[in-house]
C-alpha cells in the first residue's frame, strides 16, 4: 500500500457546473462566471469527434474537475485495466484540476451494472477499497477524492461506521474527499439519522469538493418517507441549508451543482451557481470580519 504524498492541483472555490452538451453553445458564447466544469469521465473515453472538440474549447477557458462513475473502486474484483488505461489517457489529455470516485461497485462477473451499489463497511471491504483506489492513484499520478455514497439500505454485517471508512480510507492512501451533501440528506432521511450530527463529525480538512444536487421524494412499503438521489431538480432549501453550516465549519470550497435528469436550460443552471458562489461569498466576508 502506498500513501499518496504527491502534489495536487486545486479547483477555485468556486461554484462549478455539469457539463452537458446542450450546453455547449450558450457556454462558449456566453463566457458565464462559473469557476469550473465537471464531466462524468465515461462521456469522453471515445478517441476523438464532437464531444472532444467542445471539451477542448471550454477546457481552454475554464478549470475541469474529471468525475468517474464506472471505476467500481468497492468491487469484490480486480480494477478493469482497460477502463483504467483510458481514464489515465483522459487524465493527460485534459489535465484536470481534480479527480474523483464514488464509494459503490458497480461491476460483477456477469458484466456492468447500471448503478451505483452501496457496500457493507467491514475490514474485509476497507482493505480491498484502500487498494483499488492506491492502484487508481498509482496509475494517474496524482490525488483522487472518494465520494460519500446515496444509501437506501443499510448492512447487517458493517462494523465500521460510514465516516470512519472514508476516513481510514483517506489516511492510508492519501486520497481526499468529495463531500455530497445531497447524498447526505438522502441517506439521513432513508435511515432516520441526523444530517447534522454527521457533517459535524465529517472530516471536512480532508475534502477537495462538494457535490449539491436536488433530490425526488416518496413513500417506501411502510408509509415513511424515502429520499431518491434524482439529480432532476434544483438544490432543495434543506439541502442547501446544510451546504452552509459545512461551508461554516470547512470554510469555502469548491461546489459542484448536479443536475443530469430532466436538465434545464443553462439559465436556470447558472441561476444555481451564482446562488452557489453567494454562499460562498458571504462565507468568505463572515470569517474576514471574525479575523479583522
Given at each position: 500500500?502506498?500513501?499518496?504524498?504527491?502534489?495536487?492541483?486545486?479547483?477555485?472555490?468556486?461554484?462549478?457546473?455539469?457539463?452537458?452538451?446542450?450546453?455547449?453553445?450558450?457556454?462558449?458564447?456566453?463566457?458565464?462566471?462559473?469557476g469550473f466544469f465537471e464531466v462524468h469521465a465515461e462521456n469522453y473515453m471515445g478517441a476523438g469527434g464532437p464531444p472532444h472538440r467542445w471539451l477542448e474549447a471550454i477546457a481552454e477557458r475554464y478549470p475541469l474537475s474529471l468525475h468517474g462513475v464506472a471505476l467500481s473502486i468497492g468491487a469484490a474484483r480486480p480494477l478493469d485495466k482497460a477502463h483504467l488505461a483510458r481514464l489515465k489517457a483522459l487524465v493527460e489529455r485534459y489535465a484536470p484540476r481534480s479527480f474523483s470516485e464514488h464509494l459503490a461497485w458497480s461491476t460483477h462477473d456477469l458484466g456492468f451494472l447500471n448503478d451505483l451499489l452501496p457496500l457493507p463497511y467491514t475490514e474485509e471491504t476497507l482493505d480491498r477499497v484502500s487498494a483499488h483506489v492506491d492502484e487508481t492513484q498509482q496509475a494517474l499520478g496524482r490525488r483522487m477524492?472518494?465520494?460519500?455514497?446515496?444509501?437506501?439500505?443499510?448492512?447487517?454485517?458493517?462494523?465500521?461506521?460510514?465516516?470512519?471508512?472514508?476516513?481510514?480510507?483517506?489516511?492510508?492512501?492519501?486520497?481526499?474527499?468529495?463531500?455530497?451533501?445531497?447524498?447526505?440528506?438522502?441517506?439521513?432521511?432513508?435511515?432516520?439519522?441526523?444530517?447534522?450530527?454527521?457533517?459535524?463529525?465529517?472530516?471536512?480538512?480532508?475534502?477537495?469538493?462538494?457535490?449539491?444536487?436536488?433530490?425526488?421524494?416518496?413513500?417506501?412499503?411502510?408509509?415513511?418517507?424515502?429520499l431518491i438521489d434524482a439529480h432532476a431538480t434544483a438544490v432543495r432549501n434543506d439541502v442547501f441549508a446544510l451546504y452552509e453550516h459545512v461551508l461554516r465549519l470547512a470554510g469555502p470550497l469548491p461546489t459542484l451543482v448536479e443536475w443530469d435528469n430532466d436538465v434545464p436550460a443553462f439559465d436556470v443552471l447558472y441561476a444555481e451557481a451564482r446562488r452557489v458562489d453567494a454562499a460562498l461569498a458571504a462565507e468568505t466576508a463572515r470569517r474576514n470580519c471574525r479575523a479583522a
Open positions: 500500500m502506498h500513501r499518496f504524498d504527491g502534489a495536487a492541483a486545486h479547483l477555485p472555490a468556486r461554484s462549478g457546473l455539469g457539463l452537458k452538451p446542450e450546453h455547449y453553445q450558450a457556454i462558449f458564447d456566453g463566457e458565464p462566471d462559473v477524492l472518494i465520494e460519500n455514497p446515496s444509501t437506501y439500505v443499510l448492512f447487517e454485517e458493517s462494523t465500521i461506521d460510514e465516516i470512519d471508512f472514508l476516513a481510514a480510507v483517506s489516511e492510508r492512501t492519501g486520497c481526499g474527499l468529495l463531500l455530497d451533501v445531497n447524498n447526505v440528506m438522502v441517506s439521513a432521511v432513508n435511515h432516520g439519522l441526523d444530517p447534522l450530527a454527521y457533517l459535524d463529525r465529517f472530516p471536512v480538512e480532508r475534502v477537495g469538493e462538494i457535490h449539491l444536487a436536488g433530490y425526488d421524494e416518496t413513500v417506501d412499503g411502510a408509509g415513511e418517507r424515502l
